[in-house]
């Protein structure tokens, strides 16, 4: 493969297809984990961690929640809704913004959360970590931030414009 603006040397294929293959395999095993313990794909169990881990107020935009999980705008709509359904978040017009619609986790959300997060930290633990000491996983995330970073600089997706059919 020759060394050009379109090409990569083969350091950075390997590095590329190391983390996709990676990525892959932990994702298989995590959705499996979120199947068996708590009945989530790994998007609900997104959705639901940001509501009940990283929210204070257990509330977001939906168009935020989208931007936050790197999910379409529609996908989510529907994931939300089974959410809802399940009795696990409550959707309603966003109080400051009446285009908007607001996601809250319900105690029963953060009660399948609970249910799922032993079973998802081994799951890391045992697929990821095990592999790694200690300096390594700091390396990690030292390489891994930058990157990602880089990627969320640009503006959220929900500020794109929609594609007409």
């Given at each position: 493969?020759?060394?050009s603006p379109t090409s990569l040397d083969a350091h950075q294929l390997s590095a590329y297809f190391a983390l996709m293959e990676v990525a892959g395999l932990l994702r298989h095993s995590v959705e499996q984990?979120?199947?068996?313990?708590?009945?989530l794909s790994?998007?609900?169990?997104?959705l639901l961690a940001r509501l009940g881990l990283n929210s204070p107020t257990g509330s977001e935009r939906m168009t935020d929640l989208a931007d936050g999980v790197v999910y379409s705008r529609s996908g989510l709509t529907y994931q939300a809704g089974l959410?809802?359904?399940a009795g696990l978040v409550v959707r309603a017009p966003s109080a400051d913004d009446e285009r908007s619609v607001t996601v809250t986790i319900t105690d029963a959300g953060r009660s399948?959360?609970?249910q799922v997060i032993p079973g998802h930290v081994e799951v890391l633990r045992e697929q990821l970590f095990a592999a790694l000491s200690d300096d390594q996983t700091h390396a990690l995330t030292d390489l891994l931030?930058?990157?990602r970073d880089h990627m969320r600089a640009a503006p959220p997706r929900s500020a794109g414009a929609r594609r007409r059919l």
């Open positions: 493969m020759a060394d984990q979120l199947r068996d313990d708590g009945e790994y998007v609900q169990f997104q959410l809802e359904k399948r959360i609970a931030t930058p990157v």
